[in-house]
């Protein structure tokens, strides 16, 4: 394909910022924007690209999830029945090969007005299989009266049964399970939730990337690139951007650090969890003064996947 001019991208994207239909009305149509925006990143000054971005008001993550797009050949066979939306078929990139295959296989892509949540709903809920758990509902149970201990049982009693009228489980933790073994499969869970948003925080980027350095690394995408080994996922993101003092820690701080929480979530050993807190510790000490905004960050990541 060409590179376009930057007048004919312009005119291609007519459609107002923000708009439903900014990209394209049908799947087709914004296969081919992504490939015109794919096109124009390569041939186009790098400062022509950024004007360009910032007078059509398009976040360079979008334009990346773009390029990202008209990379993944997947997608290109089954545009006659995907969703006429750059974040849903953005959705669909990140997915590993069996997961687009199962979903093909569920008739997921038949369904009407798919959205990207519902696509990352289903990859959420593809990826918990085998963990005991297809689907977990955080539920608090409040009484605002004490009950007697035989209330107290009936009570659950009641509520296991309709759950199991829904294929549902009501899980207790000081009773019928032990606590560390809901500990343990609420963390499996979690690490999930983990996995999802760094799909979405490092997804375009590994597609994009040197098909060399990928090989090197022995990773086809981030999925694969999330599931190995920290040393591997550090030493492909400072080969990435060149192992200049700071560089990786502002570019590549946050996936690190959802790496480290996927991780601490992952093992039983408490040793382990202590060792993983504490790189993030020290990570705050020896950045927090350089990167901003790296502190706070860090620290969300703390309390929200590694409080348990």
């Not at 098909?211 to 981030?222: E, Q, V």
Request: overall charge neutral; aromatic content about 8%.
């Amino acid at each position: 394909m060409h590179p376009p001019t930057p007048d004919f991208l312009r005119e291609r994207l007519k459609a107002a910022a923000g708009s439903k239909d900014r990209f394209g009305s049908t799947a087709t149509a914004v296969l081919e924007t992504a490939a015109l925006i794919a096109a124009a990143d390569q041939d186009w000054e790098k400062s022509t690209v950024t004007a360009f971005q910032d007078q059509q008001k398009i976040h360079k993550k979008v334009w990346d999830k773009l390029i990202g797009i008209h990379r993944d050949q997947r997608l290109r066979p089954l545009q006659d029945s995907l969703p006429a939306s750059y974040t849903a078929l953005y959705a669909l990139v990140v997915m590993k090969d069996e997961e687009l295959d199962a979903a093909i296989s569920d008739d997921l892509l038949k369904k009407k007005n798919l959205s990207s949540r519902a696509i990352l709903d289903w990859t959420k809920a593809y990826r918990l299989k085998g963990t005991g758990i297809e689907q977990e509902i955080p539920m608090t149970l409040v009484l605002k009266q004490d009950l007697s201990p035989q209330r107290h049982q009936e009570l659950l009693e009641a509520l296991k049964d309709v759950a199991t009228q829904y294929g549902a489980e009501v899980r207790e933790g000081k009773r019928g399970l032990k606590q560390s073994e809901v500990k343990a499969e609420a963390r499996v869970a979690l690490a999930g939730q983990i996995e999802e948003e760094l799909i979405l925080e490092i997804g375009t980027v590994v597609l994009n990337a040197p098909d060399d350095l990928k090989t090197r690394f022995g990773i086809a995408n981030a999925a694969e690139l999330i599931e190995g080994s920290r040393s591997t996922f550090t030493g492909f993101f400072q080969n990435l951007v060149g192992k200049v003092d700071g560089v990786f820690w502002r570019d590549y701080g946050r996936a690190y650090c959802l790496k480290i929480a996927r991780d601490f979530n992952l093992t039983d050993s408490r040793a382990e969890r202590f060792q993983l807190k504490d790189r993030i510790q020290k990570a705050i000490a020896k950045w927090s003064g350089d990167i901003s905004g790296f502190e706070q960050m860090a620290k969300g990541i703390l309390s929200t996947y590694m409080s348990r």
